[in-house]
Nanobody, 127 residues
Framework: QVQLAESGGGSVQTGSSLRLSCAIS????????LGWFRQAPGKGREGVTS???????SYVGSMKGRFTISKDNAKNTLYLQMNNLKPEDTAKYYC?????????????????????WGQGTQVTVSS
């Protein structure tokens, strides 16, 4: 049974926008932290953004201001709106859920051994 399923990735040009979605099972959706991570070719996994059960959000580095995390409690779905995409945003994007606050620490650790993870969706940005 797939518990986190990402969709919405694709190949776009610099400056474009994409919205990623992650359908999450009900049991995982109730976890304290939901987040987005990414892994570029040849690089380690890094945190992008997280949202807590009460809706509080955290963002990492250059993504702040361009990316927006949101969730729809009625649909058990997590979203990542990505605007003004750049070639350096090219990566596989993963959604994840964990029950270990503070979420910002989980986000910064970006360790797949903590929490439950989806299979990822590829985003490719060309110049």
């Amino acid at each position: 049974q797939v518990q986190l399923a990402e969709s919405g990735g694709g190949s776009v040009q610099t400056g474009s926008s994409l919205r990623l979605s992650c359908a999450i099972s009900e049991s995982l959706y109730s976890r304290y932290c939901l987040g987005w991570f990414r892994q570029a070719p040849g690089k380690g996994r890094e945190g992008v953004t997280s949202i807590e059960r009460d809706g509080s959000t955290s963002y990492v580095g250059s993504m702040k201001g361009r990316f927006t995390i949101s969730k729809d409690n009625a649909k058990n779905t997590l979203y990542l709106q990505m605007n003004n995409l750049k070639p350096e945003d090219t990566a596989k994007y993963y959604c994840a859920a964990d029950n270990a606050p503070p979420c910002v620490r989980w986000l910064l650790q970006a360790d797949p051994s903590f929490g439950r993870w989806g299979q990822g969706t590829q985003v490719t940005v060309s110049s």
